[in-house]
């Protein structure tokens, strides 16, 4: 996947933690901050055959 970086507002990494069938990530503070996220807001994984994954905001109706 081709990333255009004039369109890219924040890159971070977080680590994954897996602790037996429970996995947790952080979503970092400024993605929060960004898409103005709230505690039960949702969140979209998308894996592509790449091996690539895009997460977004799930909008709310």
């Known amino acids: 996947m081709q990333i255009n970086l004039d369109n890219v507002v924040y890159i971070t990494e977080t680590t994954l933690t897996i ?5 947790r990530t ?18 979209r994984w998308i894996l592509f055959k790449d091996d690539s994954i895009l997460i977004t905001k799930v909008k709310s109706d």
């Open 19 to 23: 602790r037996g069938s429970r996995r």
């Open 26 to 43: 952080t979503v970092p503070k400024g993605i929060v901050d960004e898409l103005d996220l709230k505690d039960g807001d949702k969140i």
